[in-house]
Nanobody, 117 residues
């Protein structure tokens, strides 16, 4: 089982990034997917989620209207499109897969996002 995040990097305030999380080793379409982030010295927080078929999404209040989660089950990949980035969005971003009702979940290794002028 692998979840591999990519797409992080350095961006100026107001800029955009698209994170990707490529899954392998499990049946991706059975799993709800989540993006979390953890800033230095802070606890990990849930940023966005999407159901297994992609029919429903949810967002933390701090990113609503700026971030969009999506998935492509044919490519076993979940995305996080981040726009209007702020300094407070700086964090390590992790994806998580969870199979509802089975107690199964997996984490990726994270990709860093730095927002600075």
């Amino acid at each position: 089982v692998q979840l591999v995040e990519s797409g992080g990097g350095l961006v100026q305030p107001g800029g955009s990034l698209r994170l990707s999380c490529a899954a392998s080793g499990f049946t991706f379409s059975y799993y709800a997917m989540y993006w979390y982030r953890q800033a230095p010295g802070k606890e990990r927080e849930l940023v966005a989620s999407i159901t297994s078929a992609g029919g429903s999404t949810d967002y933390a209040d701090s990113v609503k209207g700026r971030f969009t989660i999506s998935r492509d089950n044919a490519k076993n990949t979940v995305y996080l499109q981040m726009s209007s980035l702020k300094a407070e969005d700086r964090a390590m971003y992790y994806c998580k897969a969870r199979r509802p009702g089975f107690g199964l979940y997996y984490w990726g290794q994270g990709t860093p996002v730095t927002v600075t002028s």
